[in-house]
């Protein structure tokens, strides 16, 4: 019996479709993935077997074929675990095809049946909906991202025995009422500007800077209170929007980043050490990541000592500024990695950090000073 079910994979930020179609036939048992696998998914059938057998059910011992389509598409991540081995299941009968194909289907399985946590749930919510699909079964850890959806049925799998059970027409699962995207009311906003005393000229350079999301750059001596500023800047931005908060929350749900898997509702303020390379800046890397100006994205970037970055780190930053976005090719496939952010630099008047210091002098030379202004370039 042939049996198909949807799922996904994540490609960047976003859930790519991926149809698993399983075959059950006669002959030596066997258990065969095709349709360019990573290393996490051809180990799956380890996981898919034991978890099926461990939650009290048959693991047929016959030809079991599973295609994963598109078959040009590389598919990472052990998210397929849950969608193989509820087609398998539904291939012998025990789950039916109808109300399977009604969702689309990730998680990760343990030995034991039970569901684990996955990456990019909100990302898969929302390819549920743009194809029409009525619902979504995910992990229940993963059940407040996946609510953040509106138009879907969301059913939550503790364990694998869980999702046959919601089915096959029993009661799902309980679930406690999910928070929305944007900021309860009271909750704490972090640094606030009104708590700087003095500092009228940056204080006033901040608000511009807010109002019309300008890039700003701080120039000061050590201690005088340039990190503390750029601190307080979310504080002074307005609240997120609901689609701003999705957006930013299906970044980090995405990667996989703190405070994943609990939603951020507050602008992000994300700082990089000057050391930082250009891919970790902007990102990079094989599949690609996001980089810090991505996971700023509707937020503040604060790149602290600005002037010991590298040059091509900082060259790097002109174009996403520009844009929203950087597009980053591997493969033959483009990912797109929004960055909307407000860049805050910070750095010394001088090499020593003498120059406009209280108590100390400055022992720089015209040509030291000549070559530290030449870090940085005009527009």
């Known amino acids: 019996m042939l049996v198909r079910v949807l799922a996904s994979t994540i490609a960047g930020i976003d859930a790519v479709p991926v149809e698993v179609e399983t075959d059950i036939s006669k002959g030596l048992p066997s258990y065969t ?5 990573g290393g996490a998914v051809r180990e799956s059938a380890d996981r898919v077997r034991a978890a099926i057998r461990n939650s009290g059910l048959r693991f047929p011992g016959r030809k079991i074929t599973i295609n994963l389509a598109p078959a040009d598409l590389r598919k990472d991540g052990a998210l397929l675990d849950l969608p193989i081995a509820l087609s398998i299941l539904c291939a012998e009968g025990v789950v039916p095809a109808d109300a399977l194909g009604k969702f689309l289907v990730g998680g990760e399985l343990s030995l034991d049946g039970s569901v684990k946590a996955v990456r990019g749930v909100l990302s898969q919510a929302l390819l549920a909906r743009q194809t029409g699909l009525s619902g979504i079964i995910v992990p229940s850890a993963n059940c407040e991202e996946a609510e953040l959806v509106s138009g879907l049925t ?7 025995r869980e999702a046959v059970a919601a089915l096959s027409g029993e009661v799902p699962p309980q679930r406690k009422k999910r928070r929305g995207p944007l900021p309860v009311p009271g909750e704490p906003h972090g640094p606030d500007l009104r708590d700087v005393v003095g500092q009228p000229v940056a204080r006033r350079a901040l608000e511009i800077a807010a109002t019309g999301e300008h890039a700003l750059l701080l120039f000061g001596p050590p201690g005088c209170g340039k990190t503390m500023l750029a601190e307080r800047m979310p504080g002074i931005l307005p609240d997120f929007e609901e689609d701003e908060a999705l957006e930013t929350a299906k970044i980090y749900s995405a990667a996989g980043e703190p405070p994943w898997p609990r ?8 700082t990089a050490h000057h050391s930082v390379t250009p891919a970790g800046l902007v990102g990079g890397g094989n599949p690609p990541r996001p ?4 996971f700023a994205h509707g937020g503040v970037l604060f790149l602290d000592e600005f002037s010991e970055f590298r040059r091509e780190s900082r060259e790097a930053l002109r174009q996403p500024l520009e844009s929203g976005e950087i597009r980053i090719a591997r493969a033959g496939n483009v990912y797109r990695f929004p960055c909307r952010f407000l860049l805050l630099a910070a ?4 090499p020593c950090g003498g120059a406009g210091h209280p108590k100390r002098i400055c022992r720089c030379s015209p040509p030291v000073l000549l070559r530290f202004s030449q870090k940085f370039s005009g527009p």
């Open 291 to 294: 980089g810090e100006i991505t």
């Open 263 to 270: 939603l951020i509702t507050r602008r992000p303020f994300r």
């Open 347 to 350: 750095t010394n008047l001088c």
């Open 33 to 37: 993935i095709v349709g360019l696998p």
């Open 154 to 160: 969301v059913i939550p799998a503790e364990t694998l």
